[in-house]
């Protein structure tokens, strides 16, 4: 790995599955017989909020009750002892990589630990329910939403990560079965600027046609393995 300067690490689902919580995959549909698809967009939070509050305020709870795994804790100590450019791009919602000790993360979907005011737009840290319509902390107003990217919202800090692509010599993408964009894209991307790209998934998806190397198994095995040799190289 010669010549190996900056690193994008692209997350999904499966690097927190480990940890415990269901990656979309499984879940979906599973919960109250609704697709993801239909819950977590601007249509179906108009439609019914309160549904949409209870999904958000359920993983908001549970996510409170897991640990990060051994994964999260390999991206961790990259992120302590990389002396070269590192981005964590997570499409999770989930704090597990801040909890591990990661600082240079992206959440291009937003987080469940954030609520969002749409009147005044300003973010809060938020742990508790968000049924009940609280009162903003800043404006009063009591439409408090949760801050994550819905399906057809545009998603965070692109202009961020589009510009750590480009200076990227290798792009890894970990427990991701690259279902949404525009996420699923980053490796095309990548490869486009001249980066050598890299998957570790529990299983071959449609998107592991696009990378150099693919690697299945378990993020809590994978991750920490190539996090030894990248630190080692
Ligand atoms: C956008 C936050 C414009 C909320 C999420 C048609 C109609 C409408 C829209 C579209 C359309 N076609 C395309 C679109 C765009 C749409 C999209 O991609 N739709 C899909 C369904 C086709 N995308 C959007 O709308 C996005 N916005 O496009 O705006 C734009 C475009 C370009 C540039 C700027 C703006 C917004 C999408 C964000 C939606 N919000 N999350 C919430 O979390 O509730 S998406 C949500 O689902 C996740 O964040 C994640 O992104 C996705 C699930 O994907 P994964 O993380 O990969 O999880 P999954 O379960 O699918 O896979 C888990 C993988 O792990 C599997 O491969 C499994 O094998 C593996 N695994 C399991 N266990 C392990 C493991 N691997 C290792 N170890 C293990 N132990």
Known sequence: MAE???????????????????????????????????????QGYE???????????????????VSPNPAH???ARLDREWEGGLLIVT????????????????????ELLSALCPICERRH???GPLIERPECPSCEARSLRPDVVWFGEMPYQMDRIYA?????DLFVSIGTSGAVYPAAGFVRDAREYGARTLELNLERGEGSYWFDESQQGRAGELVPAWVDEVLRS
Request: hydrophobic share 40%.
């Open 164 to 168: 750590a692509l480009r200076r990227a």
């Open 73 to 75: 804790e390999a991206l």
């Open 91 to 110: 499409q999770n919602v989930d704090d597990l990589h801040e909890r591990a000790g990661a600082s240079r993360v992206v959440h291009m979907h937003g």
């Open 4 to 42: 190996l300067r900056n690193i994008v690490v692209l997350t999904g689902a499966g690097i927190s599955a480990e940890s415990g919580i269901d990656t979309f995959r499984d879940a979906g549909g599973l919960w109250e017989k609704h697709r993801v698809e239909d819950v977590a967009t601007p």
């Open 47 to 65: 439609r019914d909020p309160a549904l949409v509050q209870r999904f958000y305020d359920a993983r908001r709870e549970a996510v409170q009750k």
């Open 125 to 127: 840290r938020w742990t």
